[in-house]
């Protein structure tokens, strides 16, 4: 514990600019999922707090996500009573505590490191889109929102184009002064000063942004930002009726089928968005750690478990709050933990303070964060690698922006199998001409994928050549491969090409017996 509390300077700061960013996301996802506004606070309470203590993620942060929205809305319509839902949630939480047993959370490694990359640079170019309306007073999409069709039937950039024809001067004001804080606060002189350590930047947009609108609200040349544009969190009279706000999952839905698909659903859907959350972190973390994924499949299920017994949404590791927690200074997960803290505290004692701070504000944070993730920089570094790692990063980062973040990746994914596999084809066969003399050889693993070009290779020497044939150097070689050298040997005399092959330690009928590898090669040498 001695290492968590020793960077509490750090952590304390780090969790309130997440407890700021994390409630109207939680409030906006609740909405847009179709349930009520506290079944979000109640997922940001419970992802902070429980699934933060049993995380081994120290600067991950989970809370309802974006990209569960259409699960929960079609599954609160289909679902008999909003209690089956809760349930189900119960259930899928269960489900992720068996995968993280069954050691499934090796999924994400699997996931090539530019598609990583890409998708962080996707979520904060998504930031920067989507968080300008709210910026300037354009409230009408949920805040959190990911997809590009959004629920109005706008699309991220109609919405874009139509919020600058709804301008606020009042919001505006806030999210431009805001920004400018934030852009002063990465000046090296202002990271020397003690005092500005303090109070970190994104608090100091807050309460600026607060202390304009309680100014400035009754100037109606103005146009001021109505209550719509502040936060606007459920407020309890008396503790009866803050315990009112929670509900509990019915278990007389138990034998419905659709609460058990539902829970399915969710559980693989969850486990995947947070297998990459966490992935997307560890490469954000100075320190460069590594989460042990399958304890965060069982964390996260202990999460849905106790949110979807409390009425709350489900939860996954959410990169945008992860982001910010990383971007704040965060150093360990007590952050994570403090922020959960911070929500209950908040939401139960002081509800009508935050509902004093305008979105304007958040939004600037939002799209600042944006800003750092997806940064010109970033874009350099992978063109620079080359085209195999900067095609799957740039495909990635459009196939999220125009579809969700699941989506893209998976496209991602395909784009970067289909780079891994071209490369390897070029290292399979290596070919030279010396005169009439020709080499070609089989390199590591040589699959049945090599055969076209090899064919054609072949095909390709002139007649009245040598042509020697290497496979030492091959570890694996299909049978298909090995039936395409035989049947040019045969026929190869018709041309007067002779044609020797260098098995060396090589046993023919070892390579027959055995299924081969494939993989193609400098071709062009």
């Known amino acids: 514990m001695k290492k968590y509390f020793s960077s509490i300077g750090n952590d304390i700061p780090s969790a309130i600019v997440v407890f700021l960013v994390a409630i109207p996301l939680c409030l ?62 119960v259930i899928a939480g269960v489900i992720q505590v068996i995968m993280g047993f069954l050691k499934m959370g090796v999924i994400g490694d699997y996931v090539p490191n530019s598609v990583i990359k ?11 889109l989507k968080q300008i309306p709210h910026l300037v007073g354009y409230d009408v999409n949920f805040e959190g929102d990911e997809a590009f069709v959004q629920l109005t039937g706008e699309n991220t950039f109609s919405s874009l184009v139509n919020s600058l024809n709804h301008l606020t001067p009042l919001a505006c004001l806030i ?39 309680r100014l ?56 995947l968005e947070t297998l990459l959350g966490i992935e997307a972190v560890d490469k954000l973390d100075s320190m460069k750690r590594v989460s042990p994924p399958n304890r965060e499949l069982m964390a996260q299920g202990a999460g849905n478990m106790v949110s979807g017994f409390l009425g709350g949404l489900p939860l996954t590791s959410v990169i945008v709050r992860s982001s910010a927690n990383v971007n704040a200074g965060a150093k360990t997960k007590m952050s994570t933990i403090f922020h959960g803290f911070l929500i209950l505290i908040c939401v139960a004692f002081v509800p009508n303070l ?20 997806a940064k010109i920089s970033l874009f350099k570094e992978y063109y620079k690698k080359g085209w195999d790692q900067f095609m799957p990063f740039v495909i990635t980062i459009i196939a999220i922006v125009f579809t969700d973040l699941l989506k893209g990746v998976i496209i991602g994914i395909i784009t970067g199998l289909f780079f891994i596999i ?71 005399q018709l041309k007067n090409i002779h044609v020797s092959v260098n098995k060396s330690t090589y046993n023919q009928s070892h390579l027959q017996e055995d299924p081969v590898v494939i993989r193609p090669d400098d071709m062009a040498h």
């Open 422 to 492: 071209r490369s390897n084809f070029r290292t399979a066969i290596f070919y030279i001409q010396d005169g009439n003399n020709h080499l070609i050889r089989l390199r590591k693993d040589v699959s049945f994928f090599i055969k076209p070009i090899l064919k054609s290779k072949l095909e390709s020497i002139p007649a009245n050549s040598n042509l020697i044939i290497d496979l030492s150097k091959a570890e694996f070689i299909d049978k298909d491969v090995m039936e395409t050298i035989n049947d040019f040997s045969k026929h190869a």
């Open 354 to 373: 935050l509902n004093l701070i305008p979105k304007a504000a958040l939004a600037a944070i939002l799209v600042f964060t944006g800003y750092k993730l």
């Open 28 to 89: 906006g996802i609740a909405v847009a999922s179709g349930l009520n506004e506290f079944s979000g606070i109640i997922g940001g309470i419970v992802g902070g707090i429980v699934v933060g203590m049993i995380s081994g993620s120290q600067l991950s942060v989970s809370g309802p996500a974006a990209g569960l929205t259409a699960i929960v809305a079609a599954a609160v319509l289909k679902l008999p009573a909003v209690e089956a839902f809760f349930l189900s949630v």
């Open 216 to 271: 400035l609200t009754e100037n109606e040349n103005l146009l001021i930002a109505k209550n719509a544009h502040l936060v606007n969190i459920p407020v309890a009279g008396n503790a009866n009726e803050f315990f009112s706000f929670f509900s509990f999952p019915d278990w007389k839905y138990l034998t419905d089928v659709n609460v058990w698909i539902t829970a399915i659903t969710l559980a693989l859907v969850a486990s």
């Open 118 to 128: 890409g998708m962080l640079a996707a979520i904060g170019i998504i930031l920067i």
């Open 175 to 213: 999210g431009i002064v805001g920004i400018m804080i934030l852009i002063v606060y990465e000046t090296k002189w202002v990271k020397q000063q003690k005092i500005f350590q303090l109070l970190s930047g994104p608090l100091l947009v807050v309460i600026i942004g607060v202390i304009i609108n």
